[in-house]
């Protein structure tokens, strides 16, 4: 087997220049309230940073704390800046990078914004234009950060803001590691001073001629391309005067960039690859079906909509296709309402992002909280609390150390995949808005309206659940491309086989042009189903659209060009590697290339259709599997209709890494079938340690919530022991391969074994594998300690003292954004509800 280098990836990290700071373990937003910081309790929130398990922090200043007015200290003055570099410095000696947003709150703007440079938008009404400042100020502000937002148009205004920032880093030494970028919430703005000149050298003619196609919504074709042209334009404004005037500063004065395009109505291709990392969100709760796993019922869909992989793939397309290392995501966010979301409902979202190319989880995430102040502490008004007083906080590390395990591999490995797809924007820009300020914003909130209901985004739904390994590109992008002899694409950092065309309506003569170089080097196009039909460009258009008809005609005809009536066929006649047995078992994966040539998989089943069975894999037949959590297991061989196939156990809620090695497990025949024996009789509970006290102890035989309880049993939050003596059949024992399954845990369970300590289960499924020399047929001892949520606990805190709710500006809301009042909610089922079972062949 291929040790070394399964050690390699799995020890490995990302280390920083010149500092032994981690990219491989999870990162965490760091709400900074008022700014209201001490050294001492920077210094002990970072080493329970470095106690968890996170490799870093991202300070965010924003608004404050009722009471502690006299304490709060103004953004980037000497006093801030004093703070910020000794937990820079601190952070440092503990292993612990640091990041900061260049402002506070969201998005960019503060007392440096006046009416020149702030935000503006324009309406057109009765075919005249109305120029008007948004007026809107930047959310959730720091003392010191407030003020309107900035005009991300404006050719002058992101300079002008920086100037704030280089007066105040100016002979600074200790610097975070990376600026930060949120994602574009300036609501309205779609305008800026100049525009009409600049949409009148870009586009070629007056934009106030048109101002009625501009709000034409009959699908009168004139109408469209005016809009395709108004969108361009700010889509290169917000590319050439926002995004790389702030990278190209922050690269100046030392730091890497990390930047959250979406929501803004650019291309978040070209927007995301200005950026060092870029970052995607996964905001809210994917509805998985993974049995056991848990959906706040608040949630609103319609207001917030749900994450979706095809979305997160448009950072870690414009990472793989620039040859970025890392690519990160905001994790984590609103995934429950506050003191109700567990470690098992992160995992799989996290597994999620891991799937869609995600190299570096950021948590959304841990409030700076003073040491002194009581539970439950200062909290952002958004959860999830990563921080010490959240109710996993113990077992918060198990968790860390599994994202660290299997970033270690991601992040030094490299992207696989072979078909690259063009995203046609222009058809979507000819589309009725559905966003402020008439224009259309790529959130990752409701994707259906700018990517799921598009024929782009229905192509690469496919290809997703097909199980093809995609990239996105953009028009820009593909000026970048060249072609080896093979007719392969290379930018440089990423080969891929075949570009697709999706079928679109609009396509413009540049992008045209790409494509007939691209083509006549030997690259192999395949337009899905049809030709685009349409130039974009409302000037001149009569003219250009015979030429472009003409020349399109002719890149049709080219050898390697295919317009495909059977896109299966024509991507495997280009020999794209398709993951057909692990995409018809419902398994998400994400194919990479290791150090030494070698390709590895990250698997998981995030639905409920797979058990284990017989799979194959495009990269053929040599691999072990690594499973983070229940660690690595050789892999049992057949000769297969199609090549050799291995036998997978991943149940629902699992994940794991396929790596190269050649050493197979023995080929005998494998049944699948699985033994189960249930552990029953008197199970007797025991609490241990909690709030507001602990309740009596209890005996039953039938597995429930403690909630069902007497004695406030339905108010504790904390820990209790279960503990069962029972006998086992000679049948258990006789096996080789025991499992232990704990059915439904709420939350997380420690489990120990006739005095054998078996490791903390925190994730669906709650096994873990028994040595069978620990069992016996009689007596056997089973103690299991159970922590639950502290929801039920705050239940009863919010009648009897809501006084920990003192923040400024939204204060605590719950997750519709009401006010919060957990008084009103019912019990949260808390404990080991079971079956306990061991499973064997």
Request: proline residues 5%; glycine residues 8%.
């Amino acid at each position: 087997m291929r040790v070394t280098l399964f050690l390699l990836l799995f020890f490995k990290c990302v280390l920083l220049p010149a500092q032994n700071i981690s990219t491989a373990k999870p990162w965490t937003y760091w709400w900074w309230m008022g700014s209201a910081v001490t050294k001492e309790d920077i210094s002990a929130q970072l080493q329970f940073f470095k106690k968890s398990g996170l490799g870093g922090a991202h300070i965010i200043p924003i608004y404050g704390v009722k009471g502690y007015e006299s304490k709060n200290i103004s953004f980037l003055s000497p006093q801030w800046l004093e703070m910020m570099q000794y937990t820079v410095q601190e952070g440092a000696r503990l292993g612990i990078g640091v990041d900061m947003t260049t402002g506070t709150g969201w998005p960019f703007g503060g007392p440096n914004v006046d009416t020149s440079n702030a935000a503006r938008n324009m309406v057109v009404t009765d075919g005249n234009l109305f120029i008007t400042p948004t007026k809107q100020k930047v959310k959730r502000a720091a003392p010191g950060g407030e003020g309107f937002v900035l005009d991300p148009f404006q050719s002058n205004a992101m300079d002008k803001y920086l100037t704030r920032f280089d007066s105040a880093f100016k002979g600074i030494s200790s610097k975070p590691r990376s600026m930060y970028m949120d994602s574009y919430e300036a609501y309205g703005a779609n305008w800026t001073d100049d525009f009409t000149k600049q949409f009148k050298e870009r586009r070629g003619y007056d934009l106030s001629s048109t101002l009625t196609l501009l709000t034409d919504s009959s699908g009168n074709p004139d109408a469209e391309l005016v809009k395709i042209d108004y969108h361009q334009t700010l889509a290169e404004l917000l590319y050439e005067r926002y995004a790389v005037p702030w990278t190209k500063w922050s690269r100046e004065h030392g730091f890497l960039t990390r930047y959250q395009a979406h929501g803004s109505p650019g291309n978040l291709l070209d927007l995301y690859a200005a950026s060092d990392i870029p970052e995607t969100e996964s905001f809210g709760t994917s509805r998985l079906p993974i049995p056991g796993l848990r959906v706040d019922p608040d949630y609103s869909i319609d207001q917030f909509g749900t994450p979706n992989p095809l979305a997160m793939k448009f950072a870690s397309s414009a990472a793989n296709l620039m040859g970025k290392p890392l690519v990160s995501s905001e994790t984590g966010t609103w995934l429950a309402n506050h003191f109700k979301v567990s470690l098992s409902q992160l995992k799989p979202q996290i597994d999620e992002l891991f799937v869609a190319g995600i190299n570096h989880i950021f948590y959304h995430g841990t409030t700076y909280s003073p040491d002194k102040e009581a539970y439950p502490g200062w909290l952002f008004y958004a959860s999830t609390n990563f921080g010490k007083h959240s109710h996993f906080a113990g077992e918060f590390s198990l968790m860390n150390a599994y994202v660290e395990q299997c970033q270690s591999i991601l992040q030094n490995s490299t992207s696989d995949n072979d078909l690259l797809v063009y995203f046609p924007i222009h058809d979507l820009w000819a589309t009725k808005a559905k966003s402020a300020g008439n224009v259309h914003l790529l959130e990752v909130h409701h994707v259906d309206r700018w990517l799921l209901d598009l024929p782009f985004g229905k192509l690469s739904k496919k290809l997703w659940n097909e199980g093809y390994a995609f990239d996105y590109v953009s028009d820009m992008q593909l000026k970048n491309l060249t072609s080896d002899k093979d007719g392969n694409l290379h930018s440089g950092k990423a080969i891929y086989k075949t570009l697709l065309i999706p079928a679109a309506t609009y396509l413009p003569t540049e992008t045209l042009a790409e494509l007939k170089r691209l083509a006549s080097a030997g690259v192999k196009i395949v337009f899905d189903s049809k030709l685009p039909s349409k130039v974009t460009g409302y000037a001149d258009h009569l003219k250009r659209q015979t030429i472009f008809e003409n020349e399109l005609q002719m890149l049709a005809k080219v050898k390697t060009v295919k317009v495909s009536t059977d896109l299966e066929a024509d991507l495997k006649n280009n020999s794209i590697s398709r993951e057909k047995s692990l995409s018809a078992n419902h398994l998400n994966f994400i194919r990479k290339k290791a150090t030494d040539g070698s390709k590895l998989y990250f698997v998981t089943n995030l639905g409920n259709a797979f058990q284990e069975g017989w799979v194959t894999v495009s990269a053929g037949s040599n691999f072990f599997k690594n499973d983070p959590i229940l660690g690595k297991s050789l892999l049992a061989y057949r000769k297969g209709n199609v090549g050799e196939e291995f036998f997978l156990s991943l149940a629902p809620g699992q994940s794991c890494f396929l790596l190269a090695g050649t050493e197979k497990a023995a080929r005998k025949p494998v049944s699948g079938k699985k033994e189960e024996f249930q552990i029953s009789g008197d199970w007797n509970l025991k609490f241990t340690e909690g709030k507001p006290r602990l309740p009596a102890a209890a005996k039953f035989t039938d597995l429930r919530s403690w909630t069902t309880l007497p004695d406030s049993a339905e108010f504790f939050s904390g820990k209790a022991n279960y503990k069962i003596t029972f006998d086992i059949p000679e049948a258990v024992l006789k096996n080789q391969q025991v499992e232990l399954d704990l059915g439904d845990v709420r939350e997380s369970a420690k489990v120990t074994l006739n005095g054998k300590e078996l490791g903390t289960l925190w994730s669906i499924p709650f096994r873990t594998r028994i040595d069978p020399k620990l069992l016996k047929m009689k007596d056997n001892v089973l103690e299991i300690e159970v922590t639950n949520l502290s929801a039920n606990y705050m239940r009863l805190r919010d009648t009897q003292m809501p006084d920990w709710k003192k923040f400024y500006e939204i204060n605590i809301v719950d997750i519709t954004y009401k006010k919060f009042d957990a008084a009103k909610w019912e019990p949260m089922p808390s404990g080991l509800l079971g079956p306990v079972k061991l499973v064997y062949e």
